[in-house]
């Protein structure tokens, strides 16, 4: 189930809707849960929460009517109100993403959340009461997933009375070749008809500022609002100031950017990119100890050694029944000189219990009829270990045919291919700085990608001769792979994780 599903379904209608029967005469002061959608609380995983992410689909919202979501923090009364009058105009209406001026505490506190349909916000200290008598804090804390932190956004310093700037960095990276920024300006009753980004003497006038509807529900009264966007990469020299120019109908307009303190690479190692290291380990760890615990027979593909950074992997399995080397070109450590394309011509069918590699069948120009062959030289049950690029330079040209995500590998060696899927996922993160930094190539750098795919997968049925095929000759497959180039120490580039 996605996580928007599971959250949804997380959030429980909050009871009473205060709504009055036809005719009846309105109340003095409306009452708390008049209106209310849904009261919860809720661990936040991340300290100083100051942006909150709500699913809302399974809510029976009223159209025409304002969301108000309230935030309380128990423990001292603190509190966050959002109003979003018309929330139908956003991108998607029933999956909000709402900013507010961050609490401070620690991540694992509890917070009380109310969700209204109503036309005037409730009043906090009326909510606090409401919650107690709901039972609020006899229930069981649902978890919102983890937000990060909205764009900052800034007004002009109170040095320009006359002209009201409000702006929202969304990207901002810098190479040493210039800055990049994208994000959203906006001047309240007065129309932003230009814009510019200026660093040091270096000028980039934005030809067009772009469509910015989700700003509409922030403010409401100004339809101009909706082209407010606008992203530039600027050649110049980093560590300057950046600012922001803006031509109005009240005139010019000019501010410093307030960037954020670190652009876009996040310290090496973080805990999810460690979490995911070591899942790739344990895999490869649990496909080690079953072939030398079994005593099972294992084929490597590409078993020479052709750089630095790359070594042979014969004593990961010391109670192998029989370890094969196999490559397309002779070295030590290679026992069969073969292309890999033909593996169950090479070591017989059902003749090997396992096989592995590291960075080689991205090298392979038929990978899909690797899979095949895999499947008819293992014995059922059989196992497979594949890590290839996802994202890498160019190397060992001019075989260097392809790159592979989770899902592609799972492709290749799954259920299609006789196999069972057993694990997958892609380690090592990485950041992409295009040649080109104009429109999307610009947003590059804040999209990663992966240094290595990897997968675990089992032989579950054999896969009917033909089942796989495509027409390339053995003879001409063979003699493409040869044109890996042949050396044995340094320079090759392939290493795994």
Not at 125 to 147: E, F, H
Not at 279 to 288: E, I, P, T, Y
């Amino acid at each position: 189930m996605a996580i928007r599903d599971r959250l949804a379904a997380l959030f429980r209608p909050a009871g009473p809707t205060g709504a009055r029967p036809p005719g009846a005469a309105p109340a003095v002061a409306p009452s708390p849960l008049d209106g209310l959608v849904i009261a919860e609380r809720f661990h936040t995983d991340v300290p100083d929460l100051s942006v909150l992410h709500l699913d809302l689909s399974a809510q029976p919202l009223r159209d025409g009517v304002p969301l108000i979501v309230s935030l309380l923090r128990p423990g001292n009364g603190d509190v966050r109100q959002v109003f979003v009058k018309d929330w139908r105009r956003m991108d998607e209406p029933s999956r909000l993403t709402l900013p507010f001026p961050p609490f401070r505490h620690d991540a694992g506190e509890l917070l009380h959340l109310f969700v209204h349909q109503r036309a005037e916000p409730p009043c906090m200290a009326d909510l606090a009461a409401a919650g107690g008598s709901l039972g609020l804090d006899r229930r069981m804390p649902i978890r919102l997933p983890a937000a990060p932190p909205p764009p900052p956004v800034r007004a002009t310093p109170p040095d320009a009375p006359d002209l009201r700037i409000v702006y929202g960095i969304d990207n901002f990276w810098c190479d040493r070749h210039g800055v990049f920024v994208q994000g959203w300006v906006h001047c309240n009753e007065h129309r932003v008809t230009r814009a510019a980004i200026i660093v040091g003497d270096a000028r980039y006038d934005i030809p067009a500022l772009s469509r910015r509807a989700d700003l509409l529900n922030f403010y409401p009264d100004h339809d101009h609002v909706a082209d407010a966007g606008f992203m530039a990469y600027l050649e110049a020299r980093p560590g300057q100031p950046v600012e922001l120019e803006v031509l109005t109908d009240a005139g010019r307009g000019r501010l410093r950017l307030d960037l954020p303190q670190a652009g876009v690479l996040t310290g090496p190692w973080t805990e999810g990119q460690v979490d995911k290291v070591n899942d790739f380990f344990l895999n490869l760890r649990g496909f080690v100890d079953v072939i030398n615990e079994r005593h099972l027979t294992v084929a490597e593909i590409g078993a020479r050694v052709v750089g630095d950074a790359s070594h042979g992997r014969r004593h990961y399995f010391p109670g192998a029944r029989r370890f094969i080397g196999i490559d397309i070109h002779a070295a030590p450590g290679v026992d069969i000189v073969g292309d890999a394309h033909q593996l169950d011509a090479l070591v017989g069918r059902g003749g090997i219990d396992a096989v592995f590699s590291f960075s080689v069948i991205e090298h392979l120009s038929h990978p899909w009829l690797l899979a095949a062959a895999t499947n008819r030289a293992l014995s059922m049950g059989g196992l497979v270990f594949h890590s290839a690029p996802q994202t890498y330079p160019m190397h060992e040209q001019p075989n260097d045919f392809w790159r592979f995500s989770d899902e592609g590998l799972k492709v290749l060696f799954g259920p299609e291919t006789g196999f069972e899927v057993l694990a997958a996922g892609m380690v090592n993160k990485m950041e992409i700085y295009p040649e080109d930094r104009r429109g999307p190539f610009a947003l590059m750098p804040v999209n990663p990608g992966y240094g290595n795919a990897y997968i675990l997968a089992r032989k579950v049925r054999d896969l009917p001769d033909g089942a796989v095929a495509w027409p390339a000759e053995a003879g001409h497959s063979h003699d493409r792979a040869t044109l890996y180039p042949n050396r044995a120490s340094a320079g090759g580039q392939d290493e795994a994780p």
